[in-house]
Nanobody, 121 residues
Framework: QVQLVESGGGLVQPGGSLRLSCKASGTIFSIGAMGWYRQAPGKERELVAMITSFGTTDYTDSVKGRFTISRDNTEKTVLLHMNSLKPEDTAVYYC???????????????WGQGTLVTVSS
C-alpha cells in the first residue's frame, strides 16, 4: 500500500510564503509524474502544478512566477514552494503521484490527505 503524507499548510498573511511537502511511503518501484491540486470551498479541484519524471514542470496560469514545484526522488518527496500568496490561493491542497508498485505494472494514482492553506490578514 502506497501512502502520501502532506505537511506545511497553515495560516499566512497575503504576500507571505509557505512550503508544502508530500512524502511517499510503502512499496514503490518507481514514481512517475507528481503534482499538486487545490480545492477551494464550493469550487472544483484544479491542477496547480505538476512535474514529470524527467523534471519538466507545468503550472496553472494563476500561480506562474509565484509557485515552484520540485521533487526529490531519493526522499520520494514532492515540494511546492509558494511565494507572494494571495487570498484567492486559499484552499485545501492535495498532492498526487503516479506510483508504480511493481516492475512492468502500470502506474496507479495515489492522493495525499490534503493540507489547508489559508491566506488572510
Amino acid at each position: 500500500q502506497v501512502q502520501l503524507v502532506e505537511s506545511g499548510g497553515g495560516l499566512v498573511q497575503p504576500g507571505g510564503s509557505l512550503r508544502l511537502s508530500c512524502k511517499a511511503s510503502g512499496t514503490i518501484f518507481s514514481i512517475g509524474a507528481m503534482g499538486w491540486y487545490r480545492q477551494a470551498p464550493g469550487k472544483e479541484r484544479e491542477l496547480v502544478a505538476m512535474i514529470t519524471s524527467f523534471g519538466t514542470t507545468d503550472y496553472t496560469d494563476s500561480v506562474k512566477g509565484r509557485f515552484t514545484i520540485s521533487r526529490d526522488n531519493t526522499e520520494k518527496t514532492v515540494l511546492l514552494h509558494m511565494n507572494s500568496l494571495k487570498p484567492e490561493d486559499t484552499a485545501v491542497y492535495y498532492c498526487k503521484i503516479g506510483a508504480v508498485v511493481k516492475q512492468d505494472w502500470g502506474p496507479q494514482e495515489v492522493w495525499g490527505q490534503g493540507t489547508l492553506v489559508t491566506v488572510s490578514s
